[in-house]
Nanobody, 125 residues
Framework: QVQLVESGGGLVQAGGSLRLSCAAS????????MGWFRQAPGKEREFVAA????????RYAEAVKGQFIISRDNAENTMYLQMNSLKPEDTAVYYC??????????????????WGQGTQVVVSS
């Protein structure tokens, strides 16, 4: 059974940092692209960041460029999202996602086949 499990969310003050983790099990994702998406209350899910299979290519939403860093450890079958200088508008449920095939970092959620349950991030002002 394939599972993606996010962790690391929580409540943080504006300007603080959090590091999200996405642990995969059930199969290896070392050869496929992975990504992070988020959904704020009352809004649609949106792309945050994506990473290619080897980590050599990354893509970010304009809103988080220079603020968030995506990375992965294929030996541990885990992906990370380092979130710095957090703002109240970063408050959302953050989801990790993985492709079943395809090594590229994709911004379109339709390319992802596996999803985690999400982890809540709340940034207070």
């Amino acid at each position: 059974q394939v599972q993606l499990v996010e962790s690391g969310g929580g409540l943080v003050q504006a300007g603080g940092s959090l590091r999200l983790s996405c642990a995969a099990s059930g199969r290896t994702f070392s050869r496929v692209g992975m990504g992070w998406f988020r959904q704020a209350p009352g809004k649609e899910r949106e792309f945050v960041a994506a990473i290619s299979w080897g980590g050599g290519s990354t893509r970010y939403a304009e809103a988080v460029k220079g603020q968030f860093i995506i990375s992965r450890d294929n030996a541990e079958n885990t992906m990370y999202l380092q979130m710095n200088s957090l703002k109240p508008e970063d408050t959302a449920v953050y989801y990790c996602a993985a492709k079943s095939t395809g090594s590229y970092a994709s911004t379109d959620s339709n390319f992802y086949n596996y999803w985690g349950q999400g982890t809540q991030v709340v940034v207070s002002s």
